[in-house]
C-alpha cells in the first residue's frame, strides 16, 4: 500500500466520523465499507464494525466484500459452523480472505483435511508475490493462534523470506518458538525484530522474558533496563527485572525493585507475596512480618494468620505458631497454604498421620510441587513408610535430578530397605564425598580412616554394612 493509499483511507475515517458526530449518513461503496470495518475492528470498536456491516449490507446486498466482513464477525463470535455455512453463499473468485477464513473455521470444527487442501490448492496457483506473502502470513497466524506452533513456524518462516524485515511476522515467530519451547531462536527472531526497530520497547520487554526463562538473568536485566529508558514507567517490567535478579540470587536489590513498583502499583497484590518471599530468603523475619502487616491494611485481614504462622515456624517459635494456627478462621482452611502449615505444625507435634494427611490435601491443589513431595518424604520415613519414602523421592529426582540432599536420602531409604541392586543404583550417583558422610551416618561412627578410603572402598563398606544391616533408625533424619 502506497502513501497516497494511506492519505485516502485517513481522509475516508475523518469523513465518515464527521458525518457520524453530525448524524448524518453518507453513501459508501462496498469497498469504503470493507477499509472502514477492517479499521474499526483493528481498533478494537468491534459495536461501530458490526453496525458498518450491518449498514453495508443493507446498501450492497450480496457485495462479497461485506459478506465476507459478516463472515468474519461470525468467526470473532466462535460461531464457525454458522460461519462456515455462510461463506458458502459468497462468490469464491480466488480471494484469498475467503480462503483464509475458510481454512480457519474448518480448523476449529475440527476438519484439518479440508482445510489442508485449500492450503494446498492455493500455494499451487500462480498468485502474486504480495498476495502469497499475506496467505502465507496469515495462516501462520491462524496457526499461533490455534496453539499449532510448530506449523506456524514454517508458514512465518517462508513469509520471512518474503518480507524479511517484517515486525509482524518477526514477533509471530518469536512467540511461535517461545510456546514451541526453543528459546534460543525466539530470542534470535526477536533480536532480528529490534534490529528493525531498536527502539521497540516491546521488543526488549520481550527479549528480556525470554533471557530470563532461558535462565540467561544478566543479559534479562540489561534488557529490562532498556525497555524501562524507553518507559520507566511500565510496572510489568519493573516485575520481571525484580524476578530476574531474584532468580540470579541477587536478593537484595531484587527487594528493592520490588518495594520500587509498590510504590508505582500499590493495588497490585503479588507485589506484597514477592517480597514476602524474598525477605524469607534473606531471613529478615521482622520485614516478613512487615509486608504482612501493611499487606492487611490494604487488603484486609484475609489469609493473614497464615501467613504469620509461617513466619513463626521459620523463627521456630513453635508455640506462637500453633496458638497462631489454631486462631485461623475455618472459611481459610482450605488452602495450598494452610495445608503445608499444618503439615509442619503436626510433624513437630509427633502426629506423623494427621501431617502426613495434611500434605496430601496439598498435594491435591499441587500435585507437582517439589516441597510437598519432600516433606511427603519425609513423613514417609516417619511412619516407617520406607517403600513409599522411596517412591517420593525417585520422583522429586525426575523432576529435579539436583534436588537437595534427595538422592542421600534415598541412598540411606535403599540402605534401610535392604535390597542390593536399588542401593546399589543411588549410590553409584553419590559423590566421594557424600559417600563419607554416607558410611560415617549409616556406622554411626566417627572413624579418621574413612577420609582415606578410595570410592571403591567406600562402595565395599556400605555394601558390607547394608549386608550385615546395621539399622539406622535412631539417626535424626
Known amino acids: 500500500m502506497d502513501e497516497n493509499d494511506d492519505l485516502d483511507i485517513n481522509e475516508l475515517i475523518e469523513r465518515y466520523e464527521q458525518m457520524r458526530a453530525l448524524g448524518k449518513s453518507m453513501y459508501l461503496d462496498a469497498d469504503e465499507f470493507s477499509l472502514l470495518i477492517d479499521y474499526y475492528a483493528g481498533m478494537g470498536d468491534m459495536d461501530e464494525a458490526e453496525a458498518l456491516i450491518e449498514q453495508g449490507m443493507r446498501m450492497h446486498p450480496g457485495s462479497p466484500e461485506i459478506m465476507t466482513q459478516y463472515a468474519k464477525k461470525l468467526v470473532f463470535a466462535e460461531r464457525y459452523e454458522e460461519a462456515y455455512s455462510y461463506l458458502h453463499h459468497i462468490s469464491d473468485d480466488g480471494n484469498i480472505d475467503l480462503a483464509l477464513l475458510k481454512i480457519e473455521t474448518l480448523y476449529h470444527l475440527n476438519r484439518e483435511d479440508e482445510a489442508e487442501a485449500i492450503i494446498d ?6 498468485i502474486s508475490e504480495e498476495d502469497l506473502f ?5 495462516v501462520g497466524y491462524i496457526f499461533n493462534d490455534l496453539e499449532l506452533f510448530d506449523k506456524a513456524k514454517l508458514f512465518l518462516e517462508q513469509a520471512l523470506l518474503l518480507d524479511p524485515s517484517n515486525v509482524d ?3 509471530d515467530l518469536a512467540y511461535a518458538n517461545e510456546m514451541a519451547g526453543d528459546f534460543d531462536k ?8 529490534l534490529d528493525v526497530d531498536p527502539y521497540s520497547f516491546e521488543g526488549w520487554a520481550n527479549i528480556g522474558k525470554l533471557y530470563s526463562m532461558n535462565e540467561q538473568f544478566d543479559k534479562a536485566i540489561d534488557a529490562f533496563d532498556f525497555a524501562l529508558t524507553i518507559n520507566e514507567n511500565d510496572v510489568s517490567v519493573l516485575k520481571m527485572k525484580a524476578f530476574s535478579l531474584y532468580l540470579n540470587e541477587n536478593v537484595e536489590e531484587a527487594i528493592r525493585v520490588f518495594e520500587e513498583c509498590l510504590r508505582k502499583s500499590p493495588d497490585d497484590e503479588s507485589l506484597y507475596d514477592s517480597l514476602f518471599e524474598g525477605y524469607e530468603a534473606m531471613e529478615q523475619y521482622d520485614r516478613m512480618m512487615d509486608v504482612i502487616s501493611r499487606k492487611e491494611e490494604k487488603f484486609g485481614s484475609k489469609g ?4 504469620k504462622a509461617h513466619v513463626y515456624l521459620l523463627k521456630q517459635d513453635y508455640d506462637q505458631a500453633l496458638k497462631t494456627y489454631e486462631k485461623i478462621p475455618d472459611d481459610e482452611r482450605d488452602t495450598f497454604e494452610f495445608y503445608m502449615l499444618e503439615g509442619e505444625l503436626m510433624f513437630y507435634k509427633g502426629d506423623f498421620a494427621a501431617s502426613e494427611t495434611a500434605y496430601m490435601k496439598a498435594a491435591l491443589y499441587m500435585p507437582d510441587n517439589e516441597t510437598v513431595i519432600d516433606r511427603l518424604a519425609n513423613v ?24 537437595p540432599s534427595a538422592k542421600s536420602r534415598l541412598a540411606f531409604i535403599r540402605f534401610e530397605i535392604g535390597e542390593k541392586e536399588p542401593f546399589d543404583e543411588i549410590a553409584q550417583q553419590l559423590s566421594d564425598e557424600d559417600l563419607r558422610i554416607l558410611l560415617t551416618l549409616i556406622s554411626n561412627v566417627e572413624n579418621d580412616n574413612i577420609v582415606t578410603l578410595t570410592r571403591d572402598e567406600l562402595l565395599k563398606r556400605l555394601n558390607e554394612l547394608r549386608e550385615n544391616r546395621v539399622l539406622f533408625k535412631n539417626i535424626k533424619y
Open 134 to 138: 499475506t496467505f502465507v502470513s496469515e
Open 380 to 403: 514417609s520415613v516417619a511412619r516407617d513408610k520406607y517403600e513409599q519414602a522411596a517412591e517420593y523421592l525417585e520422583q522429586l529426582l525426575e523432576m529435579d535430578p539436583s534436588y
Open 121 to 126: 490448492q492455493i500455494l499451487l496457483q500462480d
Open 169 to 171: 511476522v518477526l514477533i
Open 186 to 193: 525466539a530470542i534470535e527472531y526477536n533480536n532480528r525484530l
Open 304 to 307: 493473614i494468620l497464615v501467613r
